[in-house]
DNA sequence: ACTAACGGTTAGTGAAGACTAACCTTAAAA
DNA sequence: TTTTAAGGTTAGTCTTCACTAACCGTTAGT
């Protein structure tokens, strides 16, 4: 399992995973039934699937016949953390832009 | 500006955007500059800023001849705010599932 | 006015990857 | 044991889209 954030958000980034994960959001579901419902074939599911768990984003369990997959929570807060950094950096370099500007005007 | 969330997973997903975004992360930058040091033209560099800019990604502002490029705080808070959300509600469900089956194990 | 540097736009091309169809194994039911 | 349904794998096709090259307008300096 791949633990890089960027190849999460390029796993992400196609529109039919992105369905897939969401549909996960409900609960632990198995492929058969992601497929359905999706405009798409059960193959297609089963290798985004495969992606969505090789980037970490998903786990699987064999129960009986069926797999059944659910979101890996971890993985997930890695992709929050990320975009947090991103967040307070880019917050913190609006406020000194701001300051600037506030003593430029009052000289 | 868009303000749909998974296109903005989308425009992420792709590499050369996300070293843009990324290199924006030190600070605001004339499109020169983030174009220097990347392997794709300032071309390229222009339209990836042009959807990073249409998702609510970055923001742009005039200077003079330059176009200066910044992170937008607000929709970089929008996304980690849909994956705090897939986070809160995995752990929930998986909370859920470990009590059941605690529960099945003392009986 | 001319020149140089900036950035955006367009058309066309090439490569990456999403998809289907056909196959396989495995497990439970008949 | 045969059948049925589950899910994974592979080969091949086709579409999407990232990229370059050539162009344009704009601004500042000479």
């Given at each position: 399992m791949k633990t890089n954030l960027k190849i999460r958000v390029q796993a992400l980034g196609d529109p039919t995973r992105m369905a897939i994960f969401e549909r996960l959001e409900q609960g632990p579901l198995p492929v058969g039934e992601i497929a359905?419902?999706?405009?798409?074939t059960r193959s297609a599911v089963s290798q985004h699937l495969k992606i969505l768990k090789h980037v970490g984003l998903v786990t699987s369990q064999r129960a009986a016949n069926r797999q059944i997959y659910r979101i890996d929570a971890d993985g997930v807060a890695g992709l929050r953390d990320y975009f947090d950094r991103f967040w307070q950096e880019s917050l913190q370099a609006f406020k000194h832009a701001a300051e600037k500007s506030s003593r430029e005007k009052s000289r």
């Open positions: 359905r419902g999706l405009p798409v």
